[in-house]
């Protein structure tokens, strides 16, 4: 273990991966920039995942291991929690790091004390770690920084803008803002993310600096937000409900922070809306299970009764009492 405070930590929270963690903290002492500590955060692991660790000689890698199973939010924080570096890094244990990953980073914070996370663009790799597609993020190649409230606008109104294996924070907003919130699970990251922006400004990097694998297991915890179709993945109604939950967690404390807080409001449970009618007609409708589709829009608008007066949810449940077919007729005709 190291002696002396690195500047970097680098956290990995594992649970029963120890082929696919021992590429990734080998991709991490490959680093160009090597003033960090390395912290293995096992969540219990029943695979060979101590033995793989043992067979890793580096004074930089710290091991810690639960003796249950404390669920993955709470062994984030915990990384977050015994992490000593000024900053924090909380890194996949099935994707890789490119050799500039952590030099590029620590170089943004350093020189933009406003920043409080920093993120980067991202190779796509499958199961063998053969690169699906370059430069997938939609920010593309040039870097680009973003006032706080810039950020969290268009991640609120958008998607989650930040892969979270890319992110780099300061220690401070940890310290600050506290760690990942138990109240969402797939979406807990971008629950973070926004969180942050409230009080930092956020660096986008262009460059690819990460290899982040992407593919399908139903044992996976995200496996139960994401449905495989021939398109690839796409959020279903679970999915969609922790994003809807993740936006009104940070709507609640941003009254006083966004000037136009009731037409963001608006604009995201009419975002909601419309990715629950394009679900419900692509995924139950289309395959002859309006019933099925009824229920999960009821089920959902039971959560949030905002929804209720929201065109799209009674659009589609017209659709999904009186057919596709009778729908259709009757908006040709509706002005006849």
């Known amino acids: 273990m190291q002696a002396k405070h690195p500047k970097v930590s680098v956290c990995i929270p594992t649970y029963n991966r120890a082929i696919l963690l021992k590429q990734s903290v080998e991709s991490v002492l490959a ?3 090597a003033d ?5 955060a096992d969540n219990a692991s029943q695979d060979e995942t101590p033995d793989i660790l043992k067979d890793v000689k580096d004074d930089r890698i710290i091991y810690i291991r639960e003796k249950a199973n404390i669920g993955p939010i709470n062994n984030f924080n915990n990384c977050l929690t015994v992490a000593r570096g000024d900053y924090i890094t909380l890194f996949h244990d099935d994707d890789l790091m490119i050799a500039d990953n952590l030099e590029l980073k620590v170089s943004a914070l350093d020189k933009k004390k406003n920043v409080g996370l ?5 190779h796509i790799i499958d199961e063998d770690g ?3 597609r ?8 040039e870097d680009i920084e973003e006032a706080g409230l810039v950020f969290l606008k268009n991640s609120l109104l958008g998607y989650n803008r930040v892969n979270p294996p890319s992110a780099m924070i300061r220690k401070e907003c940890f310290l600050k803002l506290g760690g990942f919130d ?3 699970h797939y979406t807990t990251d971008y629950e973070y993310w926004m969180r942050i922006a409230m009080h930092y400004d956020v660096q986008y990097l262009g460059k690819a600096l990460i290899k982040y694998r992407m593919c399908h297991h139903s044992e996976w915890t995200s496996s139960k937000y994401l449905t495989a179709t021939s398109d690839g993945l796409c959020t279903n109604m679970l999915g969609l409900r922790e994003e809807y939950c993740a936006r009104k967690m940070i709507l609640c404390q941003t009254g006083n922070v966004l000037e136009d807080w009731s037409s963001i ?8 809306s419309e990715s629950i009618k394009r679900l419900v007609e692509n995924e139950y409708i289309e395959k002859g299970e309006k019933e099925k589709g009824i229920k999960e829009v009821v089920r959902i608008c039971k959560e949030f009764p905002e929804l209720i007066f929201e065109k799209n949810i009674a659009k589609i ?6 057919g596709p077919k009778f729908t259709e007729f009757m908006c040709r005709n509706k002005n006849h």
Do not use: C, M
């Not at 960090?36 to 293995?40: G, M």
């Not at 370059?134 to 190649?141: M, R, T």
């Not at 409001?265 to 909601?272: A, Q, T």
């Open 31 to 33: 680093q160009t920039f």
């Open 36 to 40: 960090y500590e390395l912290i293995v």
């Open 118 to 122: 920093v993120h980067s663009n991202f």
């Open 130 to 132: 053969k690169i699906r």
């Open 134 to 141: 370059e430069n997938a993020h939609f920010l593309d190649l």
């Open 182 to 184: 138990n109240g969402v």
């Open 265 to 272: 409001n608006r604009r995201v449970r009419k975002g909601l």
């Open 317 to 322: 449940i017209v659709k999904g009492i009186l």
